[in-house]
């Protein structure tokens, strides 16, 4: 065959090649959106009880039954009624026990701001709720601890993502279309 043969065979079925070249444009966009990327913070915190003024001490005081009320302190941070009150569309708090009484906060927000006042506001609204939830003898609340982790998701570039998708979905079209011709013939 030559050259004009091939030109003819393509413009014959360019409607079919350029229709699985958007598909693949779009299938490519589609889930990119899907792949945000954004920032990820991390900070540990220790979960202490202060005594009542009455008892003689004013420094926190670690809690007799520590693993409970750590495990506690996890399942009250992770519903989603708490959640729902911090978080925005996009955005996730993790909540992880690292050990007795010690808690790990992970945020993940579109900026790093956002991030870090997501687990700031999680630690306010945790230590506003203990009140209610332990009694007013017992005040328990959170206290940072460690120094923040901070990292990077990647996120895709729609513009690449959907380009390739573009080329590799017209690559495969004309890879139909050479099979097509090739069996006919």
Do not use: C
């Not at 030109?7 to 958007?22: C, D, G, H, P, Y």
């Not at 911090?86 to 026990?97: A, P």
């Amino acid at each position: 065959m030559e050259l004009k043969d091939y030109w003819q065979i393509l413009k014959k079925n360019l409607a079919f090649i350029v229709f699985l070249a958007l598909l693949g444009a779009l299938f490519a966009y589609l889930l990119t959106s899907n792949f945000s990327g954004g920032q990820r913070v991390q900070k540990h915190y220790l979960l202490i009880e202060e005594q009542a003024a009455g008892e003689g001490f004013e420094s926190p005081v670690i809690f007799k039954e520590s693993v409970d009320l750590t495990d506690t302190a996890v399942s009250i941070l992770q519903t989603s009624d708490f959640k729902k009150e911090i978080l925005k569309n996009q955005e996730n708090l993790i909540v992880k026990k690292e050990a007795r009484q010690v808690l790990n906060l992970q945020a993940e927000a579109s900026e790093r701001e956002r991030a870090f006042e997501i687990i700031k506001t999680a630690a306010e609204n945790f230590n506003g709720m203990t009140a209610s939830l332990f009694g007013q003898n017992e005040k328990i609340k959170l206290t940072e601890i460690g120094e923040s982790f901070e990292s990077l998701r990647p996120a895709f570039d729609k513009k690449i993502t959907t380009a390739f998708g573009f080329l590799l979905g017209a690559a495969f079209a004309i890879f139909a279309v050479g099979l097509k011709t090739y069996f006919k013939l």
